[in-house]
Antibody
Framework: EVQLVESGGGLAQPGGSLRLSCAAS????????MDWVRQAPGKGLEWVSD????????YYADSVKGRFTTFRDNAKNLVFLQMNSLRAEDTAVYYC???????????????????WGQGTLVTVSS | EIVTTQSPATLSVSPGERATLSCRAS??????LAWYQQKPGQAPRLLIY???TRATDVPARFSGSGSGTEFTLTISSLQSEDFAVYYC?????????FGQGTKVEMK
């Protein structure tokens, strides 16, 4: 059974830092993209970041580019979101999600989010 | 950035009735579109991927259709457990984008 468990959320001051972790189990971790998606209180879902299985390809939303860094440790089945220069608008529940690839002939693979963690709450406030 | 727009924002439906939710992309995403269901206090759950393929264990009353820029999620006969918020998401291009959600509430 696929399991994703986030941790590391909490209260941070504006301008501060937090590191989120997502522990994965139940699948061959290194062969899957992993994503971070967040949800501000009472709002919709916002994609944050994607990291390829190897860790060589990483993508970010413009809203976090230059402030957040995603990396992974395939030996420990962990993916991380290092959040620096935090702002009040970063307050949200942060979910990690597995990107499940579907290969389309002639186009490559495209990944939807087939499994999600339970989320961890990040609050940025003074 | 591809903008995904869902309509309506809220859909009031009686149990047993059909619900039809729409999602429009600002440019073609081919069939690289997914639908997720989210209940209060829970993580999103994958319902549909590839615009029309049901995920594992998703009941047959859920169906997806469309390609390019226009997509539809249909719930053929609403059950009590289907009242929730539904999001579409394109994964054809970066950045990945979600619609703003459609809340399906009991009439």
């Amino acid at each position: 059974e696929v399991q994703l468990v986030e941790s590391g959320g909490g209260l941070a001051q504006p301008g501060g830092s937090l590191r989120l972790s997502c522990a994965a189990s139940g699948f061959t971790f290194s062969t899957y993209e992993m994503d971070w998606v967040r949800q501000a209180p009472g709002k919709g879902l916002e994609w944050v970041s994607d990291i390829s299985g190897s860790g060589n390809f990483i993508y970010y939303a413009d809203s976090v580019k230059g402030r957040f860094t995603t990396f992974r440790d395939n030996a420990k089945n962990l993916v991380f979101l290092q959040m620096n220069s935090l702002r009040a608008e970063d307050t949200a529940v942060y979910y990690c999600a597995r990107g499940f690839p579907v290969w389309i002939m002639g186009s490559g693979s495209y990944s939807h989010f087939d499994s999600w963690g339970q989320g961890t709450l990040v609050t940025v406030s003074s | 950035e591809i903008v995904t727009t869902q309509s309506p924002a809220t859909l009031s439906v009686s149990p047993g009735e059909r619900a039809t939710l729409s999602c429009r992309a600002s440019q073609s995403v081919r069939s690289n579109l997914a639908w997720y269901q989210q209940k209060p206090g829970q993580a999103p759950r994958l319902l549909i991927y590839g615009a029309s393929t049901r995920a594992t264990d998703v009941p047959a009353r859920f169906s997806g259709s469309g390609s390019g820029t226009e997509f539809t999620l249909t719930i053929s006969s609403l059950q009590s457990e289907d009242f929730a918020v539904y999001y579409c998401q394109q994964y054809n291009d970066w950045p990945r984008t979600f619609g703003q959600g459609t809340k399906v509430e009991m009439k």
